[in-house]
């Protein structure tokens, strides 16, 4: 083949690449600009006595619209009740529930409620229409989900897959979880078209009340009425503008040879886990979450040696017997990355997931990954004596018994309850740890495993999506999250962005709304440290 015929094969592919680059780059760029108008407007609140200055109620969310007023849902206000409002920027201010509409047949229908800030200038997003929404449409949620408790919201996209379902909510992919109840739902024009009401257990079963209710009973809402009837009194709603639909999703790329299955045995199971190929200086290197890997660990029939382990990141470096084609430079990342930004996963024996950067940096502290003892010193106690032993926890099976005084842990004296418990958030599930107990005259020493905190599973559709939640999804710093739907086995693998640069590794399923991973440079500097 001459120069001529190559270089018209390379402009013929080049002007067929072109259009669907251009569409999908046109929907990350709507997703951006969306996000960027209508975050400040998007608010968390929970109840508050102006009075006693306390909280009173749990985390809910909301957004703030035309002349200071605030659209949630019915189910998380009490009309005149007072509530703190508080915007991404820091400022906080306070709202007073107005009116909402819960029917007397069935309260969760149809969830509308009306607030309203007193004073001040605040952002607002414009409102738009759910009479004209399409099937497939993609929308964004913005919203403040309660397991995160963080002041920042978290984003995530998904598609509209019923307008109006029977019981009268948009049916959308957008996953919700506690605390997002009564946040935005937006068109990627930045225009509201809902507000979160429900869910079920399926992730993609997500519900939300059409914004033109509260159009329609806006004037009624304004009164601080709990409505077990429609009321009576509605305004008209302008007729809904047909947006142009956006579906044009970038394509994942060829990701072949950068994600494997790794095995081991764990706690005396087998465990499967996911793990990031890379390529270093003729070198074959693994690096995959560490806490799901065990001994005796193989990648099908090739045996794959530890080199190191890091209890901050959760990455463990692993080597394979047998050097391996392609992998990941490891000098190559990702550009920079910012809220909205697509995301791609390769799983090493399914299709690649997609989905979006939801938020970070942020620092998530160890709750349930502090090490597990099971025995607790009363609060504030001073010396340090345990009134609660949990039933069939390690210092149970070690015969620690309520009465005994904490004297030593790990090396450190113990005077009181604070110290034990500064001593034990230092800890992490797996440690051998050495306590030194008085029983009356007698001192015991004792050397017990800690192990994880057990999960308290709440009766709630968001606890029990499939696969649940990673064992060790918290104690990281600097972390991303994303609405990238995994299962636990399923983290260790790679992540990369729309231009296939290497983003960084899936570390956790955190909750139903959230995964977490770590960013590339990140995973670099571990992998360099131990090499």
């Known amino acids: 083949m001459d120069r001529f015929h190559r270089l018209f094969i390379a402009l013929a592919l080049l002007v067929s690449w072109i259009p669907q680059r251009t569409a999908a780059q046109g929907l990350q760029a709507a997703i951006e600009k969306t996000i960027a108008k209508v975050t400040?407007?998007?608010?968390?609140?929970?109840?508050?006595?102006?009075?006693?200055?306390?909280?009173?109620?749990?985390?809910?969310?909301?957004?703030?619209?035309?002349?200071?007023?605030?659209?949630?849902?019915?189910h998380v206000i009490i009309p005149g009740n007072t509530y703190k409002v508080m915007f991404p920027d820091g400022r906080e201010t306070i709202a007073i529930a107005l009116g909402?509409?819960?029917?007397?047949?069935?309260?969760?229908?149809?969830?509308?409620?009306?607030?309203?800030?007193?004073?001040?200038?605040?952002?607002?997003?414009?409102?738009?229409?759910?009479?004209?929404?399409?099937?497939?449409?993609?929308?964004?949620?913005?919203a403040y989900p309660e397991s995160l408790n963080l002041g920042q919201p978290t984003v995530r996209l998904g598609k509209v897959t019923d307008p109006l379902n029977g019981r009268g909510f948009i049916h959308s992919t957008?996953?919700?979880?506690?605390?997002?109840?009564?946040?935005?739902?937006f068109d990627l024009a930045g225009q509201l078209i809902g507000l979160h009401s429900a869910i079920e257990v399926p992730e993609a079963d997500n519900y939300d009340v059409p914004v033109d209710l509260y159009q329609k009973y806006w004037v009624a809402l304004q009164q601080p009425v709990?409505?077990?009837?429609?009321?009576?009194?509605?305004?008209?709603?302008?007729?809904?503008?047909?947006?142009?639909?956006?579906?044009d999703r970038p394509k994942p790329g060829n990701y072949d040879g950068t994600c494997v299955k790794l095995s081991s045995r764990l706690d005396a199971k087998a465990q499967m886990v996911m793990g990031a190929?890379?390529?270093?200086?003729?070198?074959?290197?693994?690096?995959?979450?560490?806490?799901?890997?065990?001994?005796a660990v193989m990648m099908g029939k090739t045996t794959v040696s530890i080199?190191?382990?890091?209890?901050?990141?959760?990455?463990?470096?692993?080597?394979?017997?047998?050097?391996?084609?392609?992998?990941?430079?490891?000098?190559?990342?990702?550009?920079?990355?910012?809220?909205?930004?697509?995301?791609?996963?390769p799983?090493?024996?399914?299709?690649?997931?997609?989905?979006?950067i939801s938020g970070g940096p942020l620092d998530l502290p160890k709750t349930n990954s502090t090490g597990f003892l099971g025995a607790t010193p009363m609060h504030n106690s001073s010396p340090a004596k345990i009134y609660f032993v949990r039933a069939g926890s390690p210092a149970a099976l070690n015969q620690v018994k309520t009465g005994d005084v904490i004297t030593m842990l790990n090396g450190a004296p113990i005077t009181d309850a604070d110290g034990f418990a500064d001593v034990m958030s230092k800890t992490?599930?797996?440690?051998?740890?050495?306590?030194?107990?008085?029983?009356?005259?007698?001192?015991?020493?004792?050397?017990?495993?800690?192990?994880?905190?057990?999960?308290?599973?709440?009766?709630?559709p968001a606890e029990h999506f499939a696969g649940g939640k990673s064992r060790r999804r918290d104690g990281f710093q600097h972390i991303y999250t994303s609405d990238l739907i995994l299962r636990p086995w399923q983290c260790g693998g790679p992540v990369f962005d729309t231009q296939h640069h290497f983003c960084g590794i899936n570390i956790a399923r955190y909750s139903r709304v959230n995964s977490l991973f770590i960013k590339a440079a990140d995973v670099r500097q571990f992998v360099l440290k131990h090499l």
Request: aromatic letters at 6%; a negative charge.
């Open 174 to 185: 957008c996953l919700m979880e506690p605390g997002d109840s009564g946040g935005p739902l």
């Open 40 to 74: 400040p407007a998007c608010v968390r609140l929970w109840g508050f006595d102006t009075l006693q200055q306390v909280r009173t109620s749990a985390q809910f969310s909301a957004v703030v619209v035309k002349d200071n007023y605030i659209l949630t849902a019915a």
């Open 100 to 142: 909402k509409i819960e029917l007397a047949d069935d309260k969760t229908v149809p969830d509308v409620a009306l607030m309203k800030i007193l004073k001040g200038n605040w952002p607002q997003v414009e409102i738009g229409s759910s009479a004209a929404l399409q099937k497939q449409q993609p929308c964004l949620s913005i």
């Open 307 to 345: 080199i190191a382990r890091d209890l901050n990141t959760d990455l463990v470096l692993l080597r394979p017997a047998a050097k391996l084609t392609g992998g990941i430079e490891l000098e190559e990342t990702g550009s920079g990355m910012q809220t909205g930004d697509f995301l791609f996963a």
């Open 277 to 295: 190929v890379f390529s270093y200086k003729g070198q074959t290197l693994i690096v995959s979450k560490s806490s799901l890997i065990g001994n």
């Open 428 to 460: 992490w599930p797996g440690d051998t740890t050495k306590i030194k107990i008085k029983r009356g005259a007698e001192e015991i020493e004792k050397t017990i495993v800690l192990t994880y905190l057990p999960d308290i599973i709440h009766d709630h």
């Open 226 to 247: 709990v409505y077990h009837n429609w009321p009576e009194t509605v305004s008209n709603i302008k007729p809904a503008k047909v947006l142009p639909v956006l579906t």
């Open 347 to 356: 799983l090493a024996d399914t299709s690649t997931v997609c989905g979006i």
